[in-house]
């Protein structure tokens, strides 16, 4: 055993040396070209005059190579430094079958070569590192390009290395469930979601690898690694599909501040940042609409405030947000396209006759969008012209006789006012459901639920081709967007998607008609080139034994007909959740004072006060502002920076802090949109939940 220890010392210690060489050789490489670029710009303004076109090409021509090796310098650079730190966190010794020798397969987050024939570390993404997770000592295989690999794992082991100290070494016949993970889990929380490839269990590693899907479906519990997953795919694609960039990959989250918390994932594993963005935000960019319209954090609030599911906006909200409403306006939408009345198209001098248009429209481009349909018949009219004319149009001219007739077509033949074909709609659903027709709340703005099908209109009539280039769309808090939203992004992205949620994790849910049978409605099309797949995940790495047990009770309280698969807790013990009845705003400043001044979260970086609303997030901001340092955090905020924050429930989704307050109006919430709110809020703490009530309804608290 103790030569064991020694070998691996040794091998730590020569690996340490390698890349401690390799950094003085990059940084001296890259202070060199730096160098040169400055004289090449010097002698380039000194000498501007006396240069020929062929000569300062030339220059900037060296000037812009040079730059390019300093940039992929420097980001080789941070890699060796990550890895100077922490080179690796596990090994096999893999005997395989067709060869004598065992191989060392030493792991770490990205792989490192120095010169030898085979690599001294292998990135965790390569074929053979997949075993890791996947097999203890004995039988193993590993997909390989060249085709399937088995062998024998003759040694299995992990290591604990940070800051260049390797601290602890280990031979383990147990899953990627032990010392090292619990450490991890123990850990505090950090405002920024951290690459965790040391402690990939078996389970997320056959998401993160999956080849099969083309839409990837992760419905796990709260704090079961979803957006770990995700991340960690993004960066296993990328390494692994040599013409996928991160140019080639959009990130839908559910808000700004939460694209700030998975920022730094793929960059920690030496890819390139993927930029994320909000529906809302895509929304704005492709919708050309001349009103105004609610966001989706505006329309939470008002439904956490409304709470009761038998308020008529709320209704609307669940119904207009229903399969069978989107079927009944698809099916409303098919009877106007199939009824659009052709008649002889004039333009200028030349005459296109109805049938042949009917014919062009119907048959050779039905699959193309609606009005794109006239795009391409324009292209037609266009040519006759030509003829007709006996001349060529320049690209620029056709592009604008193709707008023109396209809008002469569409005011002929079909609606141009997608708000009003869509109240059009409405008006023939209000008899089965009176108030359906309503579309504006109260300060005149379209309502949320109503401004979808509205978008979906536009791409489903007009198309949209601004995201072509996209080749990977993922999608996170799945649960947040309703089928017209997954509709319009159908469309959109003709991509493969990772998508990923919590059913449970919404305002309004009904076991009925859950997100994931919105996801088949739209995905789940029997096409075999383009495989669904459902993944589950019920194992929670977040919380604490007694917190996930807390949470797991305010689940089985609003379920009314089936009782919901409940998180499974890694056995990690903690406090017991505590609940406090205060009197008003002004008492719960009084209390999180206390709670934070006299050294009871000391031991915590990220605190988290959640509220039912922008508005009570800011009262209760101005009372503890008085007391502590306090971050007011709403949804234009993109970045949160640790400490104290104060923000509405709908925010916290998908991010994790040490220690959770919640505000509520009762200990046991009413309605089941309280609840859910609730259950979000509270599902947000790793170590510590405290909830503050206002008022104990029946006189009793939840159980």
């Keep these: ?181 619990l450490d991890s889990l123990q850990k505090n929380s950090s405002t920024k979601m951290r690459a965790v490839v040391a402690t990939i269990q078996k389970e997320q590693n056959r998401l993160i690898r999956n080849t099969s899907a083309y839409h990837l479906v992760i419905d796990g519990r709260a704090g079961s690694g979803k957006t770990v997953i995700a991340m960690h795919r993004l960066a296993w694609l990328l390494f692994n599909q040599k013409t996928l960039t991160a140019d080639h990959i959009m990130i839908l989250s559910p808000n700004r501040l939460f694209g700030d918390y998975i920022s730094s994932v793929l960059p920690e594993l030496g890819e390139n940042y993927v930029p994320a963005k909000e529906f809302d935000e895509l929304m704005e960019e492709i919708l050309f609409a001349d009103y105004e319209y609610e966001s989706k954090q505006e329309q939470a609030d008002l439904l956490i405030h409304l709470g009761n599911p038998d308020n008529q906006r709320v209704r609307n909200m669940i119904y207009k947000s229903s399969i069978s409403f989107f079927e009944e306006f698809q099916a409303f939408l098919d009877a106007y396209i199939a009824g659009i009345h052709f008649r002889d198209f004039h333009f200028e001098k030349l005459t296109y006759e109805k049938e042949r248009l009917e014919k062009m429209f119907c048959e050779r481009f039905s699959r193309y969008p609606v009005y794109e349909r006239f795009d391409k018949i324009a292209g037609f009219i266009i040519d006759g012209l030509e003829e007709q004319k006996n001349c060529e149009f320049s690209d620029k001219q056709r592009e604008k006789l193709g707008h023109q007739i396209r809008k002469e077509m569409i005011h002929l033949y079909a609606e141009r006012n997608l708000v009003a074909l869509y109240q059009a709609f409405l008006d023939t659903q209000k008899e089965h459901y009176p108030g359906i027709e309503q579309v504006l709340n109260e300060e005149g703005k379209i309502c949320y639920e109503d401004i979808l099908p509205v978008f979906y209109l536009q791409v489903y009539f007009y198309g949209c081709h601004s995201y072509d280039n996209i080749r990977h769309l993922l999608i996170d808090e799945m649960q947040d967007y309703n089928i017209f939203q ?28 859950t997100v994931v049978d919105i996801l088949k409605k739209v995905f789940d099309t029997n096409n075999s080139a383009m495989p669904f797949e459902l993944a589950e995940l019920q194992t929670t790495y977040r919380s604490t034994k007694e917190i996930t047990e807390f949470c797991n009770g305010i689940l089985r309280d609003f379920s009314e007909n089936v009782l919901p698969a409940e998180a499974e807790p890694v056995m990690r013990s903690g406090k017991e959740p505590e609940q406090v009845l205060i009197e008003d705003v002004s008492d719960a400043a009084a209390y999180l004072a ?110």
């Design 1 to 181: 055993m103790e030569g064991q220890k020694d070998q691996e010392k040794i091998f730590f210690e020569a690996i340490e040396a390698e890349i401690e060489q390799d950094i003085e050789t990059v940084s001296e490489n890259i202070e060199y070209r730096k160098g040169a670029i400055l004289k090449q710009k010097k002698y380039m303004r000194d000498s501007h005059g006396d240069m020929d076109d062929e000569e300062f090409l030339q220059n900037m021509q060296n000037v812009n190579t040079d730059t390019l090796f300093v940039e992929h310098e420097a980001k080789r650079l941070e890699t060796l430094l990550r890895q100077k730190a922490s080179p690796y966190f596990g090994k096999l010794l893999f005997q395989c079958r067709d060869h004598e020798e065992p191989l060392p397969v030493y792991i770490g987050s990205n792989g490192y070569v120095s010169g030898k024939e085979l690599p001294d570390i292998y990135d965790w993404r390569a074929p053979v590192s997949s075993m890791f997770y996947d097999y203890e000592t004995g039988a193993a295989h590993y997909q390989a390009p060249e085709g399937d690999i088995q062998g024998t794992i003759l040694e299995k082991k992990q290591f604990d290395i940070a800051n260049g100290k390797l601290r602890h070494a280990a031979d383990t016949k147990e899953a990627v469930h032990d010392r090292i993970l």
């Design 486 to 513: 997954y509709a319009v992004l159908n469309r959109i992205f003709k991509c493969r998607k990772t998508i990923l949620g919590d059913r449970y994790q919404v305002l309004f849910y009904s076991d009925k008609e």
């Design 594 to 703: 206390e709670k934070l001044q006299y050294g009871d979260m000391d031991d915590y970086d990220n605190i988290a006060v959640l509220c039912d609303s922008e508005e009570e997030a800011f009262v209760l901001y101005e009372a503890l502002s008085g007391y502590t340092d306090v971050t007011l955090i709403t949804g234009q905020s993109t970045v949160y920076t640790g400490g104290v924050a104060v923000l509405p429930k709908f925010l916290a989704k998908g991010m994790e802090f040490d220690v959770v307050f919640v505000l509520q109006e009762s200990a046991k919430p009413e309605n089941v949109i309280s609840r859910n709110a609730y259950y979000i809020s509270c599902t947000r703490a790793l170590h510590e939940l405290y909830v503050l009530y206002r008022k104990t309804g029946e006189d009793e608290t939840l159980k």
